[in-house]
């Protein structure tokens, strides 16, 4: 992303993925933004992005089943001067039912944020279950 001239920023992004046959694959993505008006002590907001996950197609007899494990780490994203660290934790399961052309899929994400202010945040816990039906 190139910076528009009236918002004084730039930004360079970037994800790559691979698929073995053995089913192993993975993730990565990282951007980075170059901000032109940075407070004093503000560091450039920067994230980088990394998943592992393995296809089975043989465990179980209804369709192939996908696991994954991904973690993050945010710096900077919503305020540039005050130190952000954000970190997000995600384990994923996604199980096809072949014969019905329908994907199961449940997941966990665990998001953590600190910054320097004197404001201690909660960890957030997210469960995700549902369906999807192709047709």
Same mark, same amino acid.
């Given at each position: ?57 043989? !465990?179980?007899?209804?369709?192939? &089943? $996908? =696991? ?8 900077? *994203?919503? @305020? ?30 665990? !998001?953590?944020?600190?910054?320097? &202010? $004197? =404001? ?8 995700? *279950?549902? @369906?999807?039906?192709?047709?």
């Amino acid at each position: 992303a190139w910076f528009n001239a009236d918002e004084g920023w730039s930004q360079i992004s970037g994800s790559a993925s691979v698929l073995f046959s053995t089913g192993l694959n993975f993730t990565i993505a990282a951007s980075s933004k170059d901000v032109d008006d940075m407070p004093a002590n503000g560091d450039d907001p920067t994230f980088i992005y990394g998943k592992i996950g393995y296809i089975a197609d043989q !465990l179980c007899p209804v369709g192939s &089943t $996908a =696991i994954s494990v991904d973690y993050g780490m945010y710096n900077n *994203a919503a @305020a540039l001067d005050i130190g952000q660290e954000a970190v997000g934790f995600g384990v994923q399961l996604v199980q096809e039912l072949a014969a019905w052309s329908t994907d199961l899929y449940a997941g966990y994400r665990l !998001l953590s944020l600190e910054d320097d &202010t $004197a =404001i201690e945040y909660e960890d957030i816990s997210i469960i995700t *279950a549902g @369906a999807r039906f192709s047709f």
